[in-house]
């Protein structure tokens, strides 16, 4: 598979309050981010995959969901996650 045991450890360290707290919206946000961008350079090369397309969408559904949630209960962690990942503009 393409994201090892020990990336997602790095990933939710970095993001997240430590390596095992899998469940924290920081570190799913870049989970997820870091899963969007392997399969948008997927599609980049296999444009007629239609369930990875279908994949992705959900995906960034999750996401936004998830980003959703933090601009409601925390808008400071909101910000810092966005800026961190480069989300946007």
């Given amino acids: 598979m393409y994201l090892s045991t020990e990336k997602k450890k790095e990933i939710f360290e970095k993001h997240g309050k430590s ?3 899998t469940g924290s919206s920081e570190g ?3 989970l997820f ?5 392997h399969l948008t ?3 980049k090369n296999n444009r007629k995959d ?7 969408v959900k995906l960034v559904g999750k996401r936004r969901d998830l980003l959703n949630y933090l601009i ?3 808008i400071v962690r909101y910000r810092a996650i966005v800026k961190e ?3 946007r503009k």
């Avoid at 981010?33 to 961008?37: D, M, Q």
């Avoid at 239609?50 to 992705?56: A, K």
């Fill in 72 to 74: 409601k209960t925390d």
């Fill in 41 to 43: 350079d997927h599609l």
């Fill in 28 to 30: 799913q946000i870049a």
């Fill in 85 to 87: 990942l480069g989300l």
């Fill in 19 to 21: 390596a095992t707290d």
């Fill in 50 to 56: 239609f369930n990875t397309q279908r994949s992705l």
């Fill in 33 to 37: 981010t870091h899963r969007i961008s």
